[in-house]
């Protein structure tokens, strides 16, 4: 009497991570499958804490994600799975534990026995491997299309201007956009809006793709032109790790689901185990909510 | 599973009769054009008024309006304005990022400069510079608590009346506008420099090329309101005896007695100014609305273009049908 609806067949192996010792709650994701021959972006969570005020919206969260791996981070609102993200890009200063991308600590450098913040300079370098999409687009609406994917190359990384204009255009078609690169995100809908966003945040070539509920803000309608972007850069190699509340797309794309609430990671693993066969009681009874009964009919 | 209901038919509803042949007429609004007729015929009783009463002096007027000693007021006028508009400007920006600042001294300094500049009135103000040499007899720069001196003057020698004016109009200005840029910059959504942050863009190319381009659109209609009241606030230097516009009439009528066409005069110039400045404000605010509107609204020039394109040159082609 399953709740879920599986569309994939279950399985009941476990996660080569739990073999290694590591702490309950924490994930090692499995290899990158074969066919991505990423060699870069790999990221690693290690015990992060956080807390805005007296509340505590991260209480020490480890997680690992390969190079070229798909993370997907479901959980109820205020579990603090964006909190989680923005701290990979140290938007979101953390209170305790270290991320690192590739073995390289994001915001922070070792002096001693201590950990020191990096000058905002070297942060900002950082950020360049870093590329995020947000829920809310962000688009700068007094730049055009072109123009908002162009700006980081020029200011940022100091490339030239028919340079950056050569790599925006291929970046605007990669997305589908290339005949709107004139217009201003004002002119565009939602879906294109966040697919410019996707092609801003390529244009650093990051070795890691973080998404912030890139369609929560999105007519239903809509939802799919940005998903199937994700999903072709899925399978380019680029690190992605996905804040969403698309079930149906974590179960597609994801290499590893994770399920968060109340600032822990309750359990992850492949979308298989965590949709169809889920071990928490919590996780079971979050699913049961925000999957469609529908479905199982 | 469920099975489809009929569709439901119109059982009691009576055909609907063909209306496409019917010409619209829209609606009438008499109300309209009485309030309309009542306006004009106000205005040409205020336009007959001006026109046929001599006592308005319009020949004085002329004949004053374009004087070398007005000009030359005019000119101070202008040189004022741009002065403290521009300084008064720029520190109104620094004290906006400073009130905008992490820093607690830096915040309290820049809301006590605007507490002090905006709670007194610019007269005192202006009154205070121009006797500073009263209450210091020496300005100096040097090295705090050592007798180490670059340069020293008297106070006297230093502040004229243009630079207690240039001074007195510039930190009062910058007062104001450093509300109007902090008001601004707090317009323009947190996201925006979150997300050119995350893709490495430097803080102060943030400022320059993400944030103060969108802000500018909530800055601009204040901050030519204030360049505006500026100009004619420039005229209360008076009390500095400095020859600018407003002072050099006064000036003359005191010695002619023709006081009405005199303010005329200078009323006229300052029109003449706010004008020139409206039609600044009306291209720069389009320049900053790039993006913000869907479609940017056609310039007078453009209508008026496309009003002769489309009605006066369309004619011949109407004739012809």
Do not use: C
């Amino acid at each position: 009497m399953s709740i879920i609806a599986a569309r994939k067949e279950s399985t009941t192996t476990p996660q080569a991570g739990e073999s290694a010792g590591v702490p309950a709650g924490t994930t090692a994701a499995r290899p990158a499958p074969a066919d991505k021959k990423a060699t870069r972006g790999q990221v690693d969570i290690t015990n992060v804490r956080k807390s805005f005020g007296a509340t505590e919206v991260l209480k020490g969260v480890s997680l690992s994600v390969p190079p070229g791996g798909v993370a997907v981070i479901v959980g109820p609102s205020g579990s603090g799975k964006s909190t989680l993200l923005r701290t990979i890009n140290h938007l979101e200063k953390v209170d305790g534990g270290y991320i690192t991308i590739d073995g390289e600590l994001v915001g922070y450098e070792v002096r001693g026995n201590k950990l020191h913040e990096l000058r905002e300079k070297d942060i900002l370098k950082q950020r360049t491997h870093i590329g995020m999409v947000f829920q809310s687009f962000n688009l700068f609406p007094h730049l055009t299309a072109l123009e908002n994917v162009i700006e980081a190359p020029i200011v940022a990384q100091k490339r030239s201007k028919a340079e950056a204009r050569k790599r925006g255009l291929e970046l605007l078609d990669r997305v589908g956009l290339k005949d709107r690169a004139d217009a201003y995100p004002r002119q565009l809908s939602g879906g294109q809006q966040q697919r410019v966003a996707i092609a801003r945040a390529l244009a650093l070539d990051p070795k890691i793709l973080l998404f912030d509920e890139p369609t929560s803000a999105l007519d239903p309608e809509l939802v799919n032109e940005v998903l199937d972007v994700i999903r072709e850069l899925a399978k380019s190699g680029t690190t992605l790790i996905v804040v969403t509340h698309e079930m149906g797309f974590a179960r597609d794309v994801a290499d590893t689901v994770v399920f968060m609430d109340q600032g822990q990671i309750v359990e992850s693993g492949t979308p298989q185990e965590i949709f169809a066969n889920p071990r928490e009681e919590r996780t079971r009874s979050f699913f049961s909510k925000v999957i469609e009964p529908a479905f199982n009919i | 599973m469920s099975a489809i209901a009929p569709p439901a038919t119109a059982e009691t509803s009576p055909p609907t009769p063909d209306y496409s042949e019917y010409k619209l007429v829209p609606a009438r609004h008499p109300w309209r054009w009485v309030g309309t007729v009542l306006v004009a015929a106000g205005v040409a009783a205020i336009a007959w008024s001006l026109v046929t009463n001599p006592r308005w002096e319009w020949g004085v007027v002329a004949e004053w309006f374009t004087a070398q000693s007005v000009v030359n007021g005019l000119i101070e006028t202008l040189k004022l304005t741009a002065i403290s508009g521009v300084l008064g400007f720029v520190l109104g920006f620094i004290l906006a990022l400073m009130r905008l600042s992490a820093s607690p001294l830096l915040v309290s300094v820049s809301w006590t400069f605007s507490w002090i500049f905006r709670s007194t009135p610019l007269l005192v103000q202006l009154l205070l510079w121009y006797n500073l040499g009263y209450l210091y007899e020496k300005i100096s720069l040097g090295i705090p608590f050592t007798d180490v001196r670059f340069f020293e003057a008297q106070t006297t020698t230093l502040i004229s009346q243009f630079a207690a004016a240039v001074l007195g109009l510039t930190l009062n200005q910058a007062a104001y506008s450093a509300e109007i840029i902090r008001g601004g910059i707090l317009s323009v959504d947190q996201g925006q420099l979150e997300a050119a942050s995350a893709l490495g863009i430097p803080a102060w190319k943030r400022s320059t090329r993400i944030v103060l381009p969108q802000a500018m659109r909530a800055i601009l209609p204040n901050a030519f309101n204030e360049i505006i009241g500026l100009v004619k606030g420039t005229s209360i230097v008076y009390v500095l005896a400095y020859s600018e516009l407003f002072y050099t009439v006064q000036v003359i009528y005191n010695r002619t007695q023709q006081v009405l066409p005199l303010l005329l005069v200078a009323t006229l110039w300052y029109v003449v100014i706010t004008s020139v400045l409206s039609v600044f404000q009306y291209y720069i605010e389009r320049h900053f609305s790039k993006g913000a509107l869907r479609t940017l609204p056609l310039t007078p020039l453009q209508k008026a273009r496309k009003f002769f394109t489309t009605h006066v040159a369309a004619t011949p082609t109407k004739d012809a049908r």
